[in-house]
Nanobody
Framework: QVQLVESGGGLVQAGGSLRLTCAAS????????MGWYRQAPGNQRELVAAITRGGTTNYAESVKGRVTISRDNAKNTVYLQMYGLKPEDTAVYYC???????????????WGQGTQVTVSS
């Protein structure tokens, strides 16, 4: 199987920055699209940013200009650099990845366990 492990969340003041990291581990797999979602209490999970294996990016309107998604294909890792954080960015952030398992020739979407980001005003 493939596991995604996020890190880098925490408490930051409004206007501050955070960098989230998500690393995939396992054996005999490859990853296509990767992305970051977030879920605030009482809200549905929403897309923050996504990136294809070739580096094409997509951002939610609410974070455009304040967030940069990037990836290192050799390390099976995706990053989310966030700037100018606002209290409304407070949420649990989840990474996901579209995985292809060579051992079983199957594709599935993997999710990380989530990392809390809290922005104080």
């Amino acid at each position: 199987q493939v596991q995604l492990v996020e890190s880098g969340g925490g408490l930051v003041q409004a206007g501050g920055s955070l960098r989230l990291t998500c690393a995939a581990s396992g054996s005999r797999f490859s990853i296509d699209d990767m992305g970051w979602y977030r879920q605030a209490p009482g809200n549905q999970r929403e897309l923050v940013a996504a990136i294809t294996r070739g580096g094409t990016t997509n951002y939610a309107e609410s974070v455009k200009g304040r967030v940069t998604i990037s990836r290192d294909n050799a390390k099976n890792t995706v990053y989310l650099q966030m700037y100018g954080l606002k209290p409304e960015d407070t949420a649990v952030y989840y990474c996901n990845a579209d995985v292809f398992l060579r051992s079983t020739l199957t594709r599935f979407r993997a999710w990380g366990q989530g990392t809390q980001v809290t922005v104080s005003s």
